[in-house]
């Protein structure tokens, strides 16, 4: 499977379309220009995207555990010696492989197309011209647009419909980009390459953290978890080919949930013992800090940090001064990141964040504004659909807050109740058979965070991309054995990706669907954000060996 993978990679999105070759095209081109809008063009992208998810998922299904079963005894808890039950066991039969020949796959399918145009995306170019403009200009790039640059700059004109626009990311990943600049001597090949190795590095981090985490949480599900998102096609081809900076905010996220779901205990000498570091304050600080470096990259994770509050102050049974610690860890998370933004703050008024939902295409706001326009004119869709969609977000997120605190609050005191009272150097034995951890329920807050974000992006999001998803697909892969999230997040993929050739080619060609803009996202949204919400939805009658 992984063979086939990488050939498919390497006929159809990388041998047609080589970085090196194309790089300096200006405009920058999608795949639909680089193929004529030809159906060949069109039947390769669709047919090499099927085969790829189709070998993604029976790949996934082959290492599902024997039973379909976790590595948890009752209750939910990991059974003991769990961690030395790998090599697993699936379908009945001994499984020869392990974490590090997935790794080593997906580094070879990333070398595969490392060297490959973004075909779907113009962002690295994006990214690596404001960098210019800041190594060698003196711009700073969260309050100067492209446009800005000398107009003899050979690569303004990559900059496409962005050149007026600052970025909107985070300092951290300016810097990042910036040493990737230096480290590249300049040239602009190098650095576009530089930055599909950054991106690269990250995509393999988040691989290896999701099959830490899951050795801790549920070890017999730690290679279907892994393979789930490290050979999901989506992740390969908008990390490695188009090389999006999401991978990095997600890897420094995901390690965010791999310090907060250590054991705060081990087994030894027959017994569990606790771990003096578990509630440690250096720990939670750098759980805080992941969490800082995250939204350093990217803002977005803004939205996932409650749900990390709450799961570090879950063992305050008292709520006045779990409050206070909430508040103290808050107030960290919120110095890490004001503090390195404050050489480079634009100001409110020029902040690029602010000013993203300005505009709105292939997402529900699109519907919406471009349904209500004629009628009561551009102002009002905006604002009115704006308003609606973002109040029906705010309530599925308070929704799942609210809901989430349930399961943790009923099962904190039962254990906390376990956890007697301890000295560093002498660590007493703990009498239940199974460990405690640092979170009351740590599926809680990965549950909860991939909600808030798979709901984001589906519903509130003003203009959709596919890299989006990046967001919320590891969390679906640390929630197994509940397979419904991932579930939804690969039909997701399927739509994110498939939707593509509609909008670029379809529609070009039957030019009414690009003359009436309604009728082009009458068919193309439903398509897009219908399916993954009925994958998430949709009730399934419960039975014997039903796990949802």
């Known amino acids: 499977m992984a063979g086939l993978s990488g050939l498919i990679y390497l006929l159809v999105f990388t041998l047609p379309f080589p970085l090196p070759r194309l790089y300096s095209t200006i405009p920058p081109v999608d795949y639909t220009k680089l193929t004529n809008y030809s159906i060949s063009g069109f039947i390769g992208y669709v047919a090499g995207l099927g085969v790829l998810f189709w070998l993604y998922l029976w790949a996934i299904q082959l290492t599902i555990p024997a039973g379909g079963q976790g590595g948890r005894g009752a209750g939910g808890q990991r059974s003991r010696g769990a961690e030395e039950e790998l090599p697993l066991k699936y379908g009945g039969r001994r499984s020869a492989v392990g974490g590090r020949l997935i790794l080593i796959v997906s580094a070879a399918l990333a070398v595969i197309l490392l060297f490959s145009y973004p075909v779907t995306a ?9 960098t210019r403009g800041w190594a060698l200009y003196g711009l700073n790039p969260l309050t100067t647009a492209p446009e800005t640059l000398p107009t003899a700059d050979p690569w303004l004109g990559l900059a496409a419909e962005w050149v007026d626009a600052p970025s909107p990311y985070g300092p951290l990943w300016e810097w990042l980009s910036l040493a990737a600049f230096h480290l590249s001597g300049g040239n602009f090949l190098n650095h576009l390459i530089a930055l599909k190795i950054l991106a690269t590095l990250a995509y393999l981090g988040c691989a ?24 999901s096609p ?83 049974v008292k709520w006045p001064k ?21 050489p480079l703050w634009p ?10 939902g300005s505009g709105a295409g292939r997402s529900l706001l699109a519907l919406l504004v471009l349904g209500f326009k004629d009628a009561r004119g551009v102002n009002f869709a905006f604002d009115f659909s704006r308003a609606l969609l973002f109040g029906l977000y705010t309530l599925i997120y308070l929704y799942i807050l609210v809901r989430g605190q349930k399961p943790v609050v009923s099962s904190q005191r039962s254990v906390i109740s376990n956890l007697p009272t301890f000295q560093s150097s002498n660590l007493p034995i703990l009498q239940p058979s199974n460990p405690p951890t640092l979170a009351s329920s740590p599926p809680r807050l990965l549950a909860s965070s991939f909600h808030v974000l798979f709901w984001y992006v589906l519903l509130a999001a003003p203009v959709f991309h596919a890299w989006y998803l990046l967001w919320f697909l590891p969390l679906a892969a640390l929630l197994l054995p509940n397979r419904r999230p991932l579930i939804a997040a690969a039909v997701f993929s399927i739509t994110a990706l498939f939707i593509i050739p509609y909008f670029e080619t379809v529609r070009v060609w039957y030019p009414v669907l690009l003359e009436n803009q309604f009728l082009g996202h009458l068919i193309g949204v439903p398509l897009l954000v ?15 060996k039903s796990e949802v």
Request: hydrophobic letters at 60%; one cysteine or more; charged letters at 10%.
């Open 122 to 130: 113009i962002d690295l170019f994006i990214y690596a011209i404001r």
């Open 208 to 231: 290896w953290l999701i099959f830490r985490v899951m050795r801790q949480i549920q070890p017999n599900w730690a290679i279907t978890a892994t393979i789930a998102f490290a050979w």
């Open 234 to 316: 989506l992740v390969l081809l908008e990390t490695v080919q188009n090389g999006h900076n999401d991978i990095i905010m997600v890897f420094f996220l995901l390690a965010a949930v791999w310090a907060m779901n250590e054991r705060i205990s081990e087994w030894r000498m027959g017994e569990w013992r606790i771990n003096p570091f578990a509630h440690s304050p250096i720990r939670h600080s750098f759980i805080c800090l992941f969490l800082a470096l995250s939204i350093l990259v990217k803002f977005v994770t803004v939205l996932v940090v409650p749900f990390f509050l709450l799961a570090l102050t879950a063992h305050e």
């Open 322 to 342: 779990r409050l206070i610690l909430m508040s103290g860890y808050g107030l960290l998370i919120a110095l890490l990141v004001i503090l390195p933004l404050l």
């Open 347 to 356: 100001g409110w008024d020029n902040w690029a964040v602010l000013q993203a």
């Open 530 to 544: 219908v399916p993954p919400a009925l994958a998430l939805l949709w009730p399934i009658s419960r039975s014997p």
